[in-house]
């Protein structure tokens, strides 16, 4: 598994779990404000199997969970083995996907391999290529939509707040596409960041009151929804 980068310790990014955060290399996507170039185009040094393996062995009594971020994991063609191996030494496992493998979320529910799924949603479907930065398939990207709504597990929806690519009407169609879903995050876009459309540094985020306006309308469709980075 093509591991670019592991974050030893988190107590934020697994809903009430002590995680560690494991962030697979590569992606299939090309949003243009991601936070992550070096990851999506391979550019960080891969992690050695073997630490990981050490890592995993040396933390299962003091650590919850893992969580599987990236880049895209489940675009990793040894993504199901690589959580097998994880779910034997104890943990709980969550993923950070682009919703863009719904056969490899499928796998991952119906086989008990997943505990919590924080999924991508990058934009509207009709908008969504823009903010992907790739053609997408719309198809699949409700498919995986679907599958997590459906499922048992914990999870979330979430979309990156972009001025110029959400705006009220994404909202309202956003709300349409997870309506009945339990919960939703609306993360402030962060324009000090590096980003693959570098471009993108000159836009200015939203003002808080902007982001309370869209919270309210994403709440006639979805039980919780919140707001983070501000
Ligand atoms: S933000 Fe987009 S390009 Fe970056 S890792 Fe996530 S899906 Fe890939």
Redesign the pocket.
Same mark, same amino acid.
């Given at each position: 598994m093509k591991i670019g980068g592991i974050q030893k310790t988190s107590l934020i990014d697994y809903p009430n779990k002590v995680c560690a955060v494991f962030f697979a290399s590569g *992606?299939?996507?090309? *949003?243009p404000? *991601?936070? !992550?170039p070096k990851?999506?185009f391979n550019k960080t040094k891969l992690i050695d199997e073997k630490y990981i393996n050490k890592f995993l062995e040396e933390r299962k009594n003091y650590l919850d969970a893992i969580l599987l971020s $990236? $880049?895209?994991i489940t675009a990793k063609p040894d993504f199901i083995e690589f959580v097998r191996k994880i779910k034997k030494y104890g943990y709980l496992v969550g993923i950070e996907t !682009?919703g863009s493998n719904p056969d490899a979320i499928k796998k991952l529910i119906d086989n008990e391999l997943v505990d919590f799924i924080a999924m991508?949603l990058?934009s509207d479907l009709e908008t969504y290529y823009m903010a992907? $930065?790739v053609k997408v398939e719309k198809e699949k990207i409700k498919k995986s939509v679907e599958l997590i709504k459906d499922s048992d597990i914990d999870y979330e929806f979430r979309t990156t707040v972009v001025p110029g690519l959400f705006d009220e009407k994404t909202a309202i169609e956003i709300g349409e596409l997870l309506k009945g879903s339990k919960r939703y995050v609306l993360q402030q876009f962060n324009n000090e960041e590096d980003m693959?459309n570098k471009s993108f540094k000159r836009k200015k985020p939203y003002t808080v009151d902007k982001l309370k306006k869209f919270k309210k309308i994403l709440e006639n469709y979805i039980d919780e929804v919140k707001i983070s980075g501000i």
């Open positions: *992606c299939n996507f090309r *949003c404000y *991601c936070y !992550n990851l999506v $990236g $880049g895209e !682009n991508d990058k992907a $930065g693959i």
